[in-house]
C-alpha cells in the first residue's frame, strides 16, 4: 500500500511538470517566468534544501510526509480553484508554486529515511526501483495527459487531477502508519541547536571517505553531464529532425530509464552498489560522447536510450548505498546536503556547455568532452578508494 500510494504521488510530479509552466503561459509569455515556474522543485531545494535536512532529522519522519503530502494536495487544489473561477494571478500562482515544490524538497528528504526503515538489507534496492519506475513512468505519462487535456481546454482537469493524487497519497499514509514506530527524536530549539546539528551533519559526511569520494565524483559528473541540455538543440537544429523525431528522442530515454529501474536491483546483487555505480558513470559518459557519433533519429534514440538506462542504475545503486551506511539520524541532513550540492552543479554546467557550443558552433565537440571527462572521472574515483570501499551494512 505504501509503494503504490507513492507511485500515485509521483504520477502528480509527473503531471505538475507540464501543468504549472502552461498555466503560467496562460497569464505571460515571458521565458523567464516560465522556466522559473518549471524548475519549482530546484528552486525549493536552493531555499529550503539545506534546513530541510536539519528538520527532518529532528521530526517524525512519517509525519513530514504526511504534512507535505497534505500540503502539496491543497496548494493545488488552490490552483484548481483559482483557474476555474478565473482568479488566477502571476504572482499568486508563483507563490503557491514555489511553495509546493518546498513542500516536495522536505517530501523527498523523508521519504528516503522511511525508505529505508521500511524496506531493510537487500529490499531496499528493490524498493527503491519501483520508486524509481513509478517515477519514470510518471514524467512519460504525467506530461503527455497534460498535453491532451491542455489542448482540449481542460488544463483545469490537470490542476484537480494533481490534487486528487497529492490526496491517494496522503490517505495511503494515514492508511498504514499505525504499524510504524514514532520516530522522532528529542531536541534542543533554537537556531543554534538546529545549526549545530546541521554542522554534525556536515561533519559525518566529510568524515566518511567513501561517501566525500561519491559526492565529490557525483558533483563532477553533474556538471558534465549537464551538457544532455543540449539534446534538443542538436537533434532539433544540427541533425534537422522535426518535432515528432526530438519527441522519439525524448520517448526512447524513458524507456531507458524504465529499463534501468527495472535492472538495478539484479545488477546489484551481481556486481555490488559501489561497482554498479563506478561502471554505470562510466557508461553513461561514453554513452553521451556517442551522442557525438550520431547522425539520425535511430542512432541518436539508441545513445539516449543508453544514456539514460546508466544514469538511472547510477542514481539508484549510489541513493541505495548511502541510505544503508548513513545512520538513520543523520540520513536527512546527508541527503539534503548531497541533493542541493548536486543541484547547484547542474545550472554551472548548463551555462558552460550552452557558451562552448555557441563559441565552436557545434555542440559535438562538447558531448564528446563531457563524456570522456564522465568516463574519466568514474576510473579516477575508483582508484581514489571507491574500490575499497566494502558492501554496505545496515547503518542504525
Not at 152 to 171: H, P
Request: proline share 3%; with cysteine.
Amino acid at each position: 500500500m505504501f509503494l503504490s500510494g507513492q507511485a500515485v504521488s509521483l504520477l502528480g510530479d509527473g503531471l505538475a511538470v507540464l501543468a504549472i509552466p502552461l498555466l503560467v503561459l496562460g497569464l505571460t509569455r515571458s521565458p523567464l517566468i516560465s522556466a522559473l515556474s518549471a524548475a519549482s522543485v530546484t528552486l525549493g531545494y536552493l531555499a529550503v534544501g539545506l534546513p530541510a535536512g536539519v528538520v527532518v532529522d529532528r521530526l517524525d519522519a512519517w509525519r513530514v510526509l504526511v504534512v507535505t503530502d497534505a500540503a502539496r494536495a491543497v496548494a493545488f487544489a488552490a490552483l484548481y480553484l483559482l483557474w476555474v473561477t478565473g482568479a488566477a494571478r502571476l504572482w499568486v500562482i508563483m507563490a503557491i508554486a514555489l511553495a509546493a515544490g518546498a513542500a516536495s524538497v522536505f517530501f523527498e528528504t523523508a521519504l528516503v529515511i522511511v525508505v529505508k526503515d521500511q524496506f531493510p538489507g537487500p529490499r531496499l534496492i528493490r524498493a527503491n526501483s519501483v520508486l524509481e519506475l513509478a517515477s519514470q513512468a510518471a514524467l512519460i505519462a504525467g506530461p503527455a495527459v497534460v498535453g491532451v487535456l491542455a489542448a482540449a481546454g481542460e488544463l483545469g482537469a490537470a490542476l484537480l487531477a494533481d490534487a486528487v493524487t497529492f490526496g491517494v497519497s496522503l490517505i495511503t499514509l494515514l492508511a498504514v502508519r499505525g504499524n510504524v514506530p514514532h520516530t522522532s527524536r528529542r531536541a534542543s530549539a533554537g537556531w543554534r541547536a538546529m545549526v549545530a546539528d546541521f554542522r554534525a551533519g556536515i561533519g559525518y559526511l566529510l568524515s566518511v571517505r567513501v561517501l566525500v569520494i561519491m559526492t565529490v565524483v557525483q558533483i563532477i559528473v553533474n556538471l558534465c553531464l549537464a551538457t544532455e541540455k543540449l539534446m534538443f538543440f542538436y537533434a532539433r537544429d544540427t541533425l534537422g529532425l522535426s518535432a515528432a523525431g526530438v519527441g522519439a528522442v525524448v520517448a526512447a530515454g524513458g524507456v531507458g530509464g524504465v529499463a534501468g529501474a527495472l535492472s538495478a536491483s539484479w545488477l546489484a546483487g551481481r556486481f555490488g552498489q559501489i561497482r554498479l555505480v563506478v561502471l554505470t558513470v562510466a557508461a553513461s559518459g561514453l554513452a553521451l560522447g556517442s551522442v557525438s557519433l550520431t547522425h539520425s533519429l535511430v542512432t541518436l534514440c539508441a545513445a539516449n536510450l543508453a544514456y539514460l538506462w546508466a544514469i538511472t542504475v547510477a542514481s539508484l545503486a549510489n541513493r541505495t548505498y548511502r541510505q544503508l551506511i548513513v545512520p538513520r539520524a543523520l540520513l536527512g541532513r546527508v541527503t539534503s546536503t548531497v541533493r542541493l550540492l548536486f543541484l547547484t552543479a547542474d545550472p554551472l554546467g548548463v551555462v558552460i556547455a550552452g557558451s562552448l557550443a555557441t563559441a565552436i558552433g557545434d555542440p559535438r565537440p562538447v558531448f564528446l568532452g563531457a563524456g570522456l571527462l564522465v568516463a574519466v572521472t568514474a576510473a579516477a574515483g575508483w582508484r581514489a578508494g571507491l574500490r575499497r570501499a566494502g558492501p554496505a551494512g545496515p547503518a542504525r
